[in-house]
């Protein structure tokens, strides 16, 4: 493994803003790494190692006084296959638009290009990102580089498991049920699904405060200083946020002990949490407790947030998907199917219903938060499963409802709207990463970062990746 390899991303950064290494030898470090971990883990489908030299060049050429901080000065990173890059084939992972061509770039993108970031490629996603499992009709599945028999998780599966192996420092992902937390506990990474409207977002229908985009890394630091280069204003979303924003790198650069922490294993929404799971989450309060800090075992009320998650999703399902039933329903996996006939078959009270309860929940959330620092739970009630399964359909003997009943903990969250940090939590007693979301306050980033810069030194897990498939 190459020592660049090796180094988080504010260090490869902060080499490339002194002149130590130059973004070409990090370019040419992330080929030979994909070349070496791609056959086995199938994270990156579409590479663009010669339209990152140019862009390189480019950089290269320009003046180096003058950039703004948080500038990332040539680091290459990695894109989601649903996010356009201008120019590069984007098929969503589906065989509708297996051979589609990019005509411009996303926000995000633009984002990280003007702040010095540089694409190397796209990475692997369920169909329309629908699922919890990585794997798709046009590129196939993505493994586990942990144990290359599990899954990565979805949808963000290719941008988790391509970190953990080292191919990039960055990557985009973007979450609606689970899509960025999921995938960083099967791959012990970290990730951040921000609150609604912190990065904008045009492609994927501005107004809805479920799915997001958010940044994904090995470390809460690499993952503040990639949000740093993507949240801000913009026009055309009106939920995105004023500029200027407070630096989040530097807010993870101070890491903060919080006072007072909620605990759960099952947020009262889903019937069974594997032992080692709730295992993890005791360790984890035991430490926290062991530090000063005030833990109780308690939540808000999420009773009813993953029943009104599926109907909202549903309806945005009308949007996206109904109008490819009619010419391409022969291309469409079943869940994908199963999603917009569900939508369908909604009536508009339903929708209204749903809408109302998710105001209903915020509410609970923030009055929840008015005397806790953050709510720390699991991101999934299993471990890893074999990438073979679609999805589980029971555990530990307990029937789970739907393709979706085992992602009940993070669809519960989403309701929130409150932003969540994905952090490595631990292992099974087989090996396998366990993963936590920590939720913080109501647009509470800053503060999050802080305490979530402090619960990973406790914990003491960033450092076990990159590593080599096994």
């Known amino acids: 493994m190459h020592e660049f390899i090796k180094w988080t991303a504010s260090e490869a950064v902060a080499r490339l803003r002194s002149g130590e290494v130059s973004p070409l030898e990090l370019i040419d470090t992330a080929e030979q790494r994909i070349a070496q971990t791609n056959p086995q883990i199938n994270a990156m489908v579409t590479t663009c190692f010669e339209r990152a030299r140019d862009q390189a060049r480019r950089l290269m050429s320009e003046p180096r006084e003058g950039r703004p901080a948080g500038f990332l000065h040539g680091l290459p990173v990695a894109v989601k296959d649903n996010t356009d890059v201008e120019g590069l084939r984007c098929t969503s992972g589906s065989k509708v638009f297996e051979n589609r061509i990019a005509p411009g770039s996303d926000p995000v993108v633009k984002r990280l290009e003007a702040h010095g970031a540089i694409i190397i490629g796209k990475t692997n996603l369920p169909e329309f ?94 993952v503040a200083l990639m949000f740093d280069a993507e949240a801000g204003f913009d026009a055309r979303d009106p939920l995105s946020p004023r500029d200027p924003l407070p630096s989040f790198a530097q807010c993870a650069a101070r890491p903060q002990k919080p006072r007072r922490i909620a605990v759960s294993a099952d947020l009262g929404v889903t019937p069974v949490v594997d032992r080692e799971v709730r295992a993890m989450i005791g360790a984890v309060a035991e430490k926290l407790a062991g530090e000063g800090v005030v833990v109780e075992e308690v939540c808000p009320d999420l009773r009813d947030a993953a029943r009104h998650f599926l109907t909202l999703r549903g309806a945005v399902y009308i949007a996206r998907i109904a109008p490819l039933l009619a010419e391409h329903r022969h291309l469409l996996k079943p869940e994908v199917i199963g999603n917009t006939e569900f939508g369908l078959g909604l009536k508009l009270q339903d929708v209204v219903a749903a809408e109302i309860a998710q105001g209903e929940i915020i509410r609970r959330a923030a009055a929840f938060f008015a005397e806790y620092d953050a709510l720390i739970c699991p991101a999934t009630l299993c471990p890893p499963f074999p990438v073979e399964l679609r999805y589980p359909e029971s555990w530990d003997g307990v029937a789970l409802e739907g393709y979706m009943g085992w992602l009940a903990l993070t669809c519960a969250v989403t309701m929130t709207a409150c932003p969540v940090l994905a952090l490595p939590g631990g292992f099974t007693a087989g090996g396998l990463p366990l993963g936590l979301q920590v939720i913080g306050k109501p647009k509470g980033e800053a503060a999050l970062f802080a305490q979530g810069a402090w619960l990973e030194s406790l914990l003491g897990l960033a450092r076990l990746t990159p590593l080599d498939p096994r």
């Open 129 to 222: 990102a629908a699922g919890g499992n990585t794997f798709n009709d046009v590129f196939g599945a993505t493994c586990n580089p942990w144990d290359l028999r599990m899954s990565a998780s979805g949808s963000s599966g290719g941008s988790a498991a391509a970190l953990a192996a080292g191919q990039v420092w960055l990557a985009t992902g973007n979450d609606f049920g689970g899509s960025i937390r999921t995938p960083a506990a099967f791959c012990s990474v970290a990730g951040l699904r921000p609150s609604p409207g912190m990065v904008a977002r045009l492609q994927k229908q501005p107004f809805n405060p479920l799915s997001v985009e958010g940044p994904m890394a090995r470390t809460v630091a690499d």
